[in-house]
């Protein structure tokens, strides 16, 4: 059982997402993500092991290569791939109850800003750890989050701007979430964002890296 | 960009489809500012758009495409290279670079525009697909980088042809990709995009957003004339890898430029110069002056490399 949950952290830490992808070049021919999570289902290993030793092993590995400068967003993009490839195996434990996630994160590039690659690469990270991601998009009003979070109580959010002209509307989503939903908690990221910045708009927690995301949120799921 | 068309009291939309707008806002922050060069910029659906894409120009904000017109293989080996000077967003830049040349009369240096390959490529298939192509389909990557210089190329000659001196080169998305993706990829299209420039009798600057100190040892090798380096890359270090005949350009953090006050921007002007001394240096912030920043920081920027020029 072990080895093969070690297989599937490594399919996700290197990006292999199935038998037939060519990626990486020194895995070529050998099985991804997709069979191997599959094999270990029909072996009759717990879905939750697979989700806690397998692809949340793998995905912390490639959040701190990432923050490293290991590894750059290509490389991530096909992490994310073959975890989704296994997650889309686990999704009937997750709706039968029988695997529990650490919590719902509810995520969006802020209102008036298009770009989302920053935003993706969070939401996978934390996906790949275990957490019910919610990934509203880009450009989204303060509005749409508070539905959400009254769709998902208990939910984090995460806001992702790339813009200075952008980074301002962080400032209303955060007041609007507070006044509607106070104890929600909420992350703040993007290229001009800061810890200052996140103090004077009363966030929560500031990150320069999706792996901080994650173990703040991994670390509240734990508190 | 941004900060220039507010500047002429006009929105971004206006600045990005009127190539008189464009200039005469340029013009004006030169001239308040007293900046050394102008420059064409503005976003990076120029050739997107002559490509075929829909780009629409949302008031205060930048142009988006609105979908990319690149899925397939198939989408790639249909994609013909367009006629710049038929395109109205190519044809709107190219006029602009003889409207600058009209009013400047040759006294300033003026920056043409064109998007690198691999943010071209991102323009038309979309971020995050371009990036995993480059995992898993160097046909799919060759052959649309391929047409991508194409098409940089016909439309850097075209704005040289038109008045532009410097060619600025935007590959911002480079920085995200690691080294062994660059040299395998992007590296040997630089070089050839840059050669053809200096061909055409212009010079070169090559600007990739970011973190792009992982890339230096390679984008040495490139033979731009001047880099452009974002706040997160040591200057020194960049000295160290690229030598003394690069010009570097750069690099205050422009989120402090807009926020910190005046007495702030000062001093780490003078900073940056200090160390700087002696080297081939532009100063600039890295990357874009955002559009929020007060007047005054920025004259205090410019008024310390004027001190600093004469001593």
């Given at each position: 059982?072990?080895?093969?949950?070690?297989?599937?952290?490594?399919?996700?830490?290197?990006?292999?997402?199935?038998?037939?992808?060519?990626?990486?070049?020194?895995?070529?021919?050998?099985?991804?993500?997709?069979?191997?999570?599959?094999?270990?289902?029909?072996?009759?290993?717990?879905?939750?092991?697979?989700?806690?030793?397998?692809?949340?092993?793998?995905?912390?590995?490639?959040?701190?290569?990432?923050?490293?400068?290991?590894?750059?967003?290509?490389?991530?993009?096909?992490?994310?791939?073959?975890?989704?490839t296994a997650i889309s195996h686990l999704k009937p434990y997750f709706q039968s109850g029988s695997v529990k996630r650490k919590g719902t994160f509810v995520?969006?590039?802020?209102?008036?800003?298009?770009?989302?690659?920053?935003?993706?690469?969070?939401?996978?990270?934390?996906?790949?750890?275990?957490?019910?991601?919610?990934?509203?998009?880009?450009?989204?009003?303060?509005?749409?989050?508070?539905?959400?979070?009254?769709?998902?109580?208990?939910?984090?959010?995460?806001?992702?701007?790339?813009?200075?002209?952008?980074?301002?509307?962080?400032?209303?989503?955060?007041?609007?979430?507070?006044?509607?939903?106070?104890?929600?908690?909420?992350?703040?990221?993007?290229?001009?964002?800061?810890?200052?910045?996140?103090?004077?708009?009363?966030?929560?927690?500031?990150?320069?890296?999706?792996?901080?995301?994650?173990?703040?949120?991994?670390?509240?799921?734990?508190? | 960009?941004?900060?220039?068309?507010?500047?002429?009291?006009?929105?971004?939309?206006?600045?990005?489809?009127?190539?008189?707008?464009?200039?005469?806002?340029?013009?004006?922050?030169?001239?308040?500012?007293?900046?050394?060069?102008?420059?064409?910029?503005?976003?990076?659906?120029?050739?997107?758009?002559?490509?075929?894409?829909?780009?629409?120009?949302?008031?205060?904000?930048?142009?988006?495409?609105?979908?990319?017109?690149?899925?397939?293989?198939?989408?790639?080996?249909?994609?013909?290279?367009?006629?710049?000077?038929?395109?109205?967003?190519?044809?709107?830049?190219?006029?602009?670079?003889?409207?600058?040349?009209?009013?400047?009369?040759?006294?300033?240096?003026?920056?043409?525009?064109?998007?690198?390959?691999?943010?071209?490529?991102?323009?038309?298939?979309?971020?995050?697909?371009?990036?995993?192509?480059?995992?898993?389909?160097?046909?799919?990557?060759?052959?649309?980088?391929?047409?991508?210089?194409?098409?940089?190329?016909?439309?850097?000659?075209?704005?040289?042809?038109?008045?532009?001196?410097?060619?600025?080169?935007?590959?911002?998305?480079?920085?995200?990709?690691?080294?062994?993706?660059?040299?395998?990829?992007?590296?040997?299209?630089?070089?050839?995009?840059?050669?053809?420039?200096?061909?055409?009798?212009?010079?070169?600057?090559?600007?990739?957003?970011?973190?792009?100190?992982?890339?230096?040892?390679?984008?040495?090798?490139?033979?731009?004339?001047?880099?452009?380096?974002?706040?997160?890359?040591?200057?020194?270090?960049?000295?160290?890898?690229?030598?003394?005949?690069?010009?570097?350009?750069?690099?205050?953090?422009?989120?402090?430029?807009?926020?910190?006050?005046?007495?702030?921007?000062?001093?780490?002007?003078?900073?940056?110069?200090?160390?700087?001394?002696?080297?081939?240096?532009?100063?600039?912030?890295?990357?874009?002056?955002?559009?929020?920043?007060?007047?005054?920081?920025?004259?205090?920027?410019?008024?310390?490399?004027?001190?600093?020029?004469?001593?």
């Open positions: 059982m072990d080895d093969l949950l070690k297989k599937i952290a490594y399919c996700v830490e290197f990006g292999k997402i199935n038998l037939q992808s060519p990626y990486p070049p020194d895995m070529k021919g050998q099985q991804g993500a997709d069979e191997l999570t599959k094999e270990a289902l029909d072996k009759g290993i717990d879905a939750e092991d697979i989700l806690q030793k397998g692809l949340v092993i793998g995905m912390e590995k490639v959040g701190i290569k990432f923050r490293e400068n290991k590894i750059f967003v290509p490389q991530v993009l096909m992490s994310a791939k073959a975890m989704n995520i969006g590039t802020v209102a008036g800003d298009l770009h989302d690659i920053g935003k993706n690469l969070v939401a996978m990270m934390v996906e790949g750890n275990g957490w019910e991601v919610i990934d509203l998009g880009t450009d989204v009003n303060s509005q749409r989050f508070v539905e959400e979070l009254k769709n998902h109580p208990g939910s984090y959010v995460g806001l992702s701007a790339l813009l200075t002209t952008t980074m301002i509307n962080m400032e209303e989503i955060v007041k609007e979430v507070k006044a509607s939903i106070p104890e929600t908690k909420v992350l703040i990221g993007g290229a001009p964002v800061s810890e200052d910045f996140k103090m004077k708009i009363g966030a929560d927690f500031y990150s320069a890296d999706p792996q901080g995301a994650v173990e703040y949120l991994n670390a509240m799921a734990m508190a | 960009m941004h900060f220039a068309a507010r500047f002429n009291n006009h929105t971004y939309a206006e600045f990005a489809s009127d190539y008189r707008i464009l200039v005469e806002s340029n013009i004006k922050a030169m001239e308040y500012f007293d900046m050394d060069m102008v420059g064409l910029i503005s976003d990076p659906f120029r050739e997107t758009s002559a490509f075929g894409a829909e780009i629409t120009f949302p008031d205060d904000a930048v142009p988006k495409c609105e979908y990319p017109i690149i899925q397939t293989y198939e989408d790639v080996k249909s994609l013909k290279n367009p006629d710049v000077y038929k395109n109205f967003r190519t044809l709107d830049r190219i006029k602009g670079a003889k409207y600058f040349q009209e009013l400047l009369k040759g006294e300033v240096p003026v920056i043409g525009w064109i998007e690198g390959p691999l943010a071209e490529a991102c323009d038309l298939a979309g971020v995050s697909n371009m990036l995993i192509q480059l995992m898993i389909d160097p046909d799919f990557v060759h052959q649309l980088l391929d047409k991508c210089i194409i098409t940089a190329k016909d439309f850097a000659r075209a704005q040289i042809e038109a008045g532009c001196n410097l060619i600025g080169i935007g590959d911002a998305i480079c920085s995200q990709i690691d080294r062994n993706t660059y040299d395998n990829y992007i590296k040997e299209r630089h070089k050839e995009i840059i050669n053809y420039i200096h061909e055409q009798g212009a010079k070169v600057k090559l600007h990739i957003c970011g973190n792009i100190t992982h890339l230096l040892p390679s984008l040495k090798e490139v033979g731009m004339d001047i880099l452009d380096l974002d706040w997160q890359v040591d200057m020194d270090y960049a000295f160290e890898i690229v030598g003394p005949d690069v010009i570097r350009c750069g690099n205050i953090d422009p989120v402090v430029i807009q926020n910190k006050s005046e007495e702030e921007v000062i001093e780490l002007t003078i900073n940056l110069l200090e160390k700087e001394k002696g080297r081939r240096h532009i100063l600039s912030a890295g990357c874009e002056i955002t559009v929020n920043t007060p007047v005054q920081n920025l004259l205090a920027m410019r008024k310390e490399s004027y001190i600093d020029t004469n001593e």
